[in-house]
């Protein structure tokens, strides 16, 4: 999220550090509010137009940074993302992965998403989850 990217401009500047963007889509069609025909297909460019709107934005806050920066936008529609945050983390080699989280009230603020857990369990490299605005 925001307050991720945040925290890694923070860590990157002043360095020779670069920031790699990831933005994985992994909402499957049937998470669409409509089941009509051709929904699945606009529903699937519609993440992947999301995606390459907030990609967008965050490379322009990291060129403003003065900050090296690429990204990558991964589709795994109905599948898990920390597998494939993990995979692009080890193929770039990442030194640091940074992860907003979902601020949650209540009992679920006491339990990591799955994807962060995933993400800081299976990480060959430091992981920083910043924490989100309570919803």
Same mark, same amino acid.
Not at 9 to 22: F, T, V
Not at 108 to 125: F, N, P, Q, W
């Given at each position: 999220?925001?307050?991720?990217?945040?925290?890694?401009?923070?860590? @990157?500047? =002043?360095?020779?550090?670069?920031? /790699? *963007?990831?933005?994985? &889509?992994?909402?499957?069609? #049937?998470?669409?509010?409509? %089941?009509?025909?051709?929904?699945?297909?606009?529903?699937?460019?519609?993440?992947?137009?999301?995606?390459?709107?907030?990609?967008?934005?965050?490379?322009?806050?990291?060129? @403003?940074? =003065?900050?090296?920066?690429?990204? /990558? *936008?991964?589709?795994? &529609?109905?599948?898990?993302? #920390?597998?494939?945050?993990? %995979?692009?983390?080890?193929?770039?080699?990442?030194?640091?992965?940074?992860?907003?989280?979902?601020?949650?009230?209540?009992?679920?603020?006491?339990?990591?998403?799955?994807? @962060?857990?995933?993400?800081?369990?299976?990480?060959?490299?430091?992981?920083?989850?910043?924490?989100?605005?309570?919803?």
């Amino acid at each position: 999220g925001e307050l991720g990217l945040r925290e890694a401009i923070g860590l @990157a500047r =002043g360095s020779d550090s670069r920031i /790699r *963007l990831l933005h994985v &889509i992994d909402k499957a069609p #049937g998470d669409a509010p409509s %089941s009509t025909p051709g929904a699945a297909g606009e529903w699937t460019a519609q993440m992947r137009s999301n995606g390459e709107m907030v990609i967008h934005d965050a490379k322009t806050a990291v060129r @403003a940074a =003065g900050i090296e920066v690429d990204d /990558r *936008l991964i589709e795994a &529609i109905g599948e898990r993302v #920390g597998p494939f945050v993990i %995979s692009a983390a080890a193929d770039w080699p990442a030194q640091l992965i940074v992860c907003g989280t979902h601020g949650r009230r209540g009992l679920s603020r006491m339990l990591l998403g799955s994807d @962060a857990e995933y993400i800081v369990r299976h990480s060959a490299v430091p992981v920083l989850l910043v924490r989100g605005q309570p919803e």
